[in-house]
């Protein structure tokens, strides 16, 4: 048994921000109009495309809760530094995911919550119990689920993710991912990190003490300029940490058999 977990609104934002760069280097018309018929074509299809490759038993999409969520209300900067949603592209949203439901894809909403604590509790609730899940993400907190039984694939390289790419691109481990935002920061969410720790000290100090609170531990052997910026904001930290840290015991009140593929049910 396989579960492929799309990550809704990164799949349909990437679809629809790869339609508007053609659209502007094509010339054709001006690029932030949006005709919803191809854009519901070009999702389905990046989506069929991920159904034959991996011919999983179950399929869900993940959707962002219709609320603020939990970290913008403890973090009021959350996400602040980011361009809303396209009207348009907002409205569409219902028609798309009827389209992808009609395709085998059914959409899982729970309360307030983000997509990304609903997928690392399905996939977390799953892989405890054996099963495998592939996640179709682009987004880099995905990663962080990494483990035996959890893959992350990046749909539009076509390739799959490994803690081996963590390691190159943050030089930490998977588990290690939301430690490590923490401290050097975290553009796409807002989060700034400690002043004066960067991507290199990060990962310095995360191979030495494993956590954030390892790091705060050993604060008396971290040079002064470090210790004096980690103890002035050691409760902000901790609050990265928590922001980047994603949830996986989000409890939906649905069956895994609801999101089973029809076509391919053995």
Not at 59 to 68: I, S
Not at 135 to 153: E, Y
Not at 196 to 221: F, P, R
């Amino acid at each position: 048994m396989l579960t492929l977990i799309f990550d809704g609104l990164n799949l349909i934002r990437r679809v629809h921000a790869g339609m508007q760069r053609v659209d502007a280097s094509g010339g054709q018309g001006d690029a932030s109009l949006m005709d919803v018929d191809d854009l519901e074509r070009n999702v389905v299809r990046s989506a069929d495309r991920a159904l034959r490759h991996f011919s999983p038993t179950h399929a869900m999409l993940a959707m962002d809760g219709r609320g603020g969520g939990w970290r913008k209300a403890v973090f009021d900067d959350y996400k602040a530094n980011r361009a809303p949603m396209p009207d348009s592209l907002n409205a569409a949203l219902p028609r798309l995911e009827a389209a992808l439901a009609s395709a085998g894809v059914r959409a899982l909403r729970v309360g307030d919550f983000e997509a990304d604590d609903i997928i690392a509790s399905v996939a977390h609730a799953l892989s405890q119990h054996g099963r495998n899940v592939v996640i179709l993400s682009t987004d880099k907190s995905m990663l962080s689920l990494l483990r035996p039984g959890v893959r992350v694939w990046h749909h539009f390289e076509n390739r799959e993710l490994t803690a081996a790419d963590v390691h190159k691109r943050f030089g930490v481990e998977p588990l290690q991912l939301a430690d490590f935002l923490a401290l050097a920061g975290d553009s796409s969410q807002n989060v700034p990190g400690v002043r004066g720790i960067g991507s290199k000290t990060a990962a310095q100090l995360l191979a030495a003490h494993g956590t954030v609170e390892g790091v705060l531990e050993a604060a008396e052997q971290l040079t002064r300029r470090q210790r004096e910026n980690l103890m002035a904001q050691r409760e902000e930290v901790l609050l990265y940490k928590q922001i980047s840290t994603l949830r996986d015991d989000v409890r939906a009140d649905v069956n895994l058999s609801d999101f089973r593929l029809a076509s391919r049910a053995g």
